[in-house]
């Protein structure tokens, strides 16, 4: 069955830096768009970026310029690297197997920012 397993949340002061990584298991991952999405308190689930196979990126207004996505297919890992953190960018970020309307999610990884 699909898996998709996030890591690398945590605590982190307003302008410092995260990476996040997602390990997927169960499907042919070189063959699928994968994204991020992020979810903050009180507030509906929104789109972060986007990558297919052959490494073409896109992303939401908000993180363009301070976040990347990237993948490394030979070890079924999505990344997403984080800087010039805000608090705004507080959210459970989210591992998503294609892009809008994917009912493959991951479980959530907590990223506070905050001085």
């Known amino acids: 069955q699909v898996q998709l397993v996030e890591s690398g949340g945590g605590l982190v002061q307003p302008g410092g830096s995260l990476r996040l990584s997602c390990v997927a298991s169960g499907f042919t991952f070189r063959r699928y768009y994968m994204s991020w999405f992020r979810q903050a308190p009180g507030k509906e689930r929104e789109w972060v970026a986007t990558i297919n196979n052959p490494g073409v990126e896109s992303y939401a207004d908000s993180v363009k310029g301070r976040f990347t996505i990237s993948r490394d297919n030979s070890k079924n890992t999505l990344y997403l690297q984080m800087n010039r953190l805000k608090p705004a960018d507080t959210a459970v970020y989210y591992c998503?197997?294609?892009?809008?309307?994917?009912?493959?999610w991951g479980q959530g990884t907590q990223v506070t920012v905050s001085a």
């Open positions: 998503v197997r294609g892009r809008f309307g994917s009912t493959y």
